[in-house]
């Protein structure tokens, strides 16, 4: 579960909770090329993160190729840098724009030590988790809303005498909204629909007569 920069850290205790956490909240992909430092899945959403604890000890050529290889292979990845001091700050900056970083792709997060690297990567799975989830009921709320709308739709255009379910379900699809089929002439339902004469002629007149709107229904 844990990279050879966290292997390398003097904090036992600390260590042990991570490991704890992570072993409950996490996991390591075996099945890409190339595996970041964690995974956390959250709310069906993966969330890929590279951790470095030591930047003034790395490959900078050989960690930016690996940067851009787990860039194509997650859609959410996080590059969580510890930058203790100023050098170690420019020193980034200066790489990043070397090799030719896109600013954004991915997200780095530059910190000051590993507690605070820690607590950044695990706010960041939690947020992308939430965002996740409301998007998810988001997407309930407007099925929900379109089913409610569809059967508001057709109680509207089965009122029209002479009008089923059936009908109305093709004036939707090949008209589409109510106010588009009170504007539609006879001969334009006619010319898109399969409806016969006199259910086009209903429908016209529906929307334009008020005598025949009006009018009780029976049946």
Request: aromatic share 12%.
């Amino acid at each position: 579960m844990m990279s050879s920069t966290w292997r390398d850290e003097q904090h036992p205790s600390f260590l042990n909770f991570i490991s704890c956490f992570l072993k409950e909240n996490s996991f390591r992909s075996n099945i890409v090329p190339i595996a970041p430092d964690f995974i956390f899945n959250c709310g069906g959403l993966s969330v890929a993160f590279m951790f470095v604890t030591n930047w003034g000890g790395i490959d900078t050529a050989s960690f930016f190729r690996k940067v851009q290889k787990l860039k194509e292979q997650f859609a959410n990845f996080y590059v969580v840098i510890t930058l203790p001091t100023k050098e170690q700050n420019d020193s980034l900056i200066y790489s990043y724009i070397k090799y030719g970083m896109q600013l954004g792709r991915p997200t780095f997060v530059p910190v000051r030590d590993l507690g605070m690297g820690f607590e950044k990567i695990v706010k960041i799975a939690h947020a992308r988790g939430a965002c996740k989830r409301q998007d998810a009921l988001a997407k309930i709320k407007a099925e929900e809303k379109s089913v409610q709308a569809m059967e508001i739709y057709l109680q509207v255009v089965t009122s029209i005498p002479g009008v089923d379910s059936h009908d109305a379900n093709v004036l939707n699809q090949t008209i589409g909204s109510i106010e588009a089929i009170a504007k539609s002439s006879k001969e334009y339902i006619l010319e898109t629909t399969d409806l016969s004469p006199t259910t086009a002629e209903t429908i016209t007149r529906f929307f334009r007569d008020p005598k025949f709107y009006l009018a009780p229904k029976i049946g």
